[in-house]
């Protein structure tokens, strides 16, 4: 499961980390439509939110986010292992022309 949310996030843009935008709140107030890329369980989505960041930074992630990475039970080998993935998977990628 915990891969599958690191696979996902690599799809995810850097702005499902910040909170709904105001279009996002109008199409609620307006459709009552309402997406949210947040996962249920905090240790999830603090495996999520380290993800994302990382597919798009590298090993440049912020320390907030390593943070609550660690405050969520993952260790400093899980967190080595997640960023030497998501890196070489980074350096897999077939640029886009």
């Known amino acids: 499961q915990e891969w599958q949310i690191v696979d ?4 995810d843009g850097l702005r499902s980390l910040r909170g709904p935008g105001s279009f ?5 107030w307006i459709w009552g439509e309402e997406h949210s890329p947040t996962l249920a369980s905090e240790r999830l989505e603090a ?9 798009h930074k590298g090993y440049a992630v912020s320390l907030s986010a390593l943070a609550a990475f660690r ?10 292992l ?5 890196s070489a998977g980074r ?4 640029p886009r022309s």
């Open 47 to 55: 495996l999520r939110r380290l993800a994302v960041e990382a597919w």
């Open 71 to 80: 405050a969520a039970g993952f260790s400093t080998a899980q967190l080595e």
């Open 24 to 28: 996002a709140r109008l199409r609620k």
């Open 82 to 86: 997640l960023l030497a993935t998501i």
């Open 91 to 94: 350096t897999a990628r077939v």
């Open 8 to 11: 996902l996030a690599r799809t």
